[in-house]
């Protein structure tokens, strides 16, 4: 069984690909964690990833989809595989449908607000404050950086703008440059 599990973030597509996983016993193919995997074993992608993510980029189509072919090259992938965030934009799309076959594809939906409610509610476990006091936030973050905390860079108008283009259904693209690294 080859599935594609899609919907913006905060819908429940980690939730639910853990249990389709387990279910079907194939492996969950995330591009997050493919990145994170090639930055730390410092392979010539990963490297590549590391210089793109470093200088606030986002990561090619090109390094995208070669990480995943290359995944789905691998011994665990022949019966079967769940692939998480991918693809995120018609070249890896169309990229996709040249070097592997899907059997299906399921989309998560939720409305806008509750997305909204539960990125706040991730946001606020992360910072251990309470994440829906945005301008409490705002300053909690200020602090923290006058304070040499380099995890928490950035615009302090991050949470706000990374939310709305959440919202507005284009998080895949723009949502991870936003928040802080570590969550």
């Given at each position: 069984?080859?599935?594609?599990?899609?919907?913006?973030?905060?819908?429940?597509?980690?939730?639910?690909?853990?249990?389709?996983?387990?279910?079907?016993?194939?492996?969950?193919?995330?591009?997050?964690?493919?990145?994170r995997?090639?930055?730390?074993?410092?392979?010539e992608?990963?490297?590549?990833?590391?210089?793109?993510?470093?200088?606030?980029?986002?990561?090619?189509?090109?390094?995208?989809?070669?990480?995943?072919?290359?995944?789905?090259?691998?011994?665990?992938?022949?019966?079967?595989?769940?692939?998480?965030?991918?693809?995120r934009?018609?070249?890896?799309?169309?990229?996709?449908?040249?070097?592997?076959?899907?059997?299906?594809?399921?989309?998560?939906?939720?409305?806008?607000?509750?997305?909204?409610?539960?990125?706040?509610?991730?946001?606020?476990?992360?910072?251990?404050?309470?994440?829906?006091?945005?301008?409490?936030?705002?300053?909690?973050?200020?602090?923290?950086?006058?304070?040499?905390?380099?995890?928490?860079?950035?615009?302090?108008?991050?949470?706000?703008?990374?939310?709305?283009?959440?919202?507005?259904?284009?998080?895949?693209?723009?949502?991870?440059l936003?928040?802080?690294?570590?969550?």
């Amino acid at each position: 069984m080859r599935l594609l599990i899609m919907g913006p973030q905060g819908v429940g597509k980690g939730t639910q690909a853990a249990l389709l996983a387990e279910h079907f016993n194939i492996p969950t193919i995330s591009t997050g964690n493919l990145l994170r995997a090639a930055m730390q074993q410092g392979t010539e992608l990963g490297k590549q990833v590391k210089e793109a993510m470093d200088a606030g980029k986002l990561v090619s189509d090109e390094l995208i989809i070669q990480l995943v072919k290359e995944r789905l090259g691998q011994e665990d992938c022949k019966n079967g595989y769940l692939l998480d965030g991918f693809p995120r934009t018609l070249a890896q799309a169309k990229a996709l449908s040249g070097f592997a076959k899907i059997d299906g594809a399921l989309s998560i939906e939720v409305s806008d607000s509750e997305i909204e409610h539960r990125m706040d509610e991730r946001v606020g476990k992360a910072l251990g404050i309470l994440a829906h006091l945005r301008r409490g936030v705002h300053a909690a973050l200020a602090s923290r950086r006058q304070q040499g905390d380099r995890r928490y860079t950035g615009p302090s108008s991050c949470r706000n703008f990374a939310l709305t283009v959440m919202v507005s259904g284009r998080s895949m693209l723009y949502q991870p440059l936003y928040l802080p690294s570590f969550l």
